[in-house]
């Protein structure tokens, strides 16, 4: 017979994190934990991470659902193609607590080279918003650190200010150095925005995230059709939990590319369907996490070192943390990798006894 249960967990950043939407403080996420009663000391665990101010769902909706689980576990697969589709976040940690019972809690949910330590998955850098000082000190140490993408939040300190810092390093390291990103969380009006996309074209920016806020679907497809600098849709994605959904934003707006946060669109499984529909129409696409702990993110990773990979991922976030929990995975100049000791006991130990530990705060 298969029980469950949850935990909630804060964790806490070990400086705050800057976007256009305001800092974030601490993050909190749940973990969904089942075992076979006969063998209760192999769990399968999951995190469910909605992400505030940019999830459809919310904390209640996420722990009425893990209640649920935990009081029924007889119809989990089913369920995966039925209610859950609309609450993603916790679709995935189903997901994820499924696959890893399934190799016996081990964590290894994809093996591949990656989980072998023989290849690496190339990341991005990310620039938190900060006072202009402290952006000009964290866009520098992206660069000395090796990383040949960096991405950087905008929309916050003020337009002048952020493009005197791209403009800045841009004059010092070309596009052959160095790829820029930049990301906006939504933080334009209709009005303003072409001028800041022309302004980013004259410093060879690689695409900018989501310039003006989700949802303007006909502002957006204007600006896709018109804009110098591709554009990557992220927050437009959150919510369009059915195919049809899907293809008709494809469709409507033809953006140039799309970030795929796997935690926010419900899973492997959607994160599959953008990826080919995406394809199917030539729009280019890559994978960011939404600041999982190490659970999340180390299922983001191995299943993303399974995909034919053309561009620099987002999945180096996991070392924001000061109380995340013990993982693998590293992030070593611009590439993420996997420690040689993934299965050893002593990481699968700490892991257990962390959560073994909190499993009674549910």
Not at 67 to 82: K, M, Q, Y
Not at 154 to 167: P, Q, V
Not at 234 to 255: C, F, M, Q, S, V
Request: include cysteine; glycine fraction near 8%.
């Amino acid at each position: 017979m298969l029980l469950a249960r949850w935990i909630e967990h804060t964790l806490q950043p070990k400086f705050e994190l800057g976007t256009s939407k305001g800092p974030i403080g601490t993050r909190v996420v749940w973990y969904l934990i089942a075992w076979n009663s006969e063998r209760p000391e192999i769990c399968g665990i999951g995190e469910a991470a909605l992400f505030p101010g940019h999830s459809k769902e919310f904390p209640a909706e996420v722990k009425t659902k893990l209640v649920e689980l935990c009081a029924d576990t007889t119809n989990w697969e089913a369920r995966l193609e039925d209610d859950l589709i609309h609450v993603p976040s916790v679709r995935f940690a189903v997901e994820q607590c499924l696959r890893d019972l399934e190799v016996h809690g081990s964590k290894l949910l994809f093996p591949s080279q990656f989980t072998l330590g023989q290849m690496n998955i190339p990341i991005n850098g990310l620039v938190w918003m900060g006072d202009r000082d402290t952006m000009r000190m964290r866009l520098r140490d992206q660069v000395e650190r090796g990383f040949t993408t960096v991405k950087m939040k905008i929309g916050a300190l003020g337009m002048e200010e952020e493009f005197s810092l791209l403009e800045e390093l841009r004059e010092e390291f070309g596009p052959e150095r160095i790829t820029l990103r930049v990301d906006a969380n939504g933080a334009y009006s209709a009005k303003e925005v072409m001028t800041v996309l022309e302004r980013l074209a004259r410093i060879d920016v690689h695409s900018i995230e989501q310039p003006i806020s989700p949802g303007l679907y006909e502002v957006m497809t204007e600006v896709c059709r018109n804009s110098p600098v591709p554009i990557a849709l992220d927050e437009d994605l959150i919510g369009l939990n059915t195919r049809r959904a899907k293809t008709d934003l494809l469709d409507h707006i033809r953006p140039q590319h799309i970030v795929i946060k796997p935690s926010l669109v419900g899973g492997w499984a959607s994160t599959r369907e953008w990826i080919k529909l995406a394809e199917k129409r030539n729009i280019g696409w890559w994978i960011t996490s939404a600041l999982e702990s190490s659970i999340g993110l180390n299922a983001i990773a191995q299943f993303t070192a399974t995909l034919p990979l053309q561009q620099a991922q987002g999945l180096g976030t996991g070392s924001v943390y000061s109380n995340n929990i013990p993982s693998p995975l590293l992030a070593e100049k611009d590439r993420f990798t996997i420690g040689p000791k993934f299965l050893g006991s002593s990481t699968n130990s700490n892991l257990e006894n962390y959560l073994t530990n909190s499993r009674r705060s549910s």
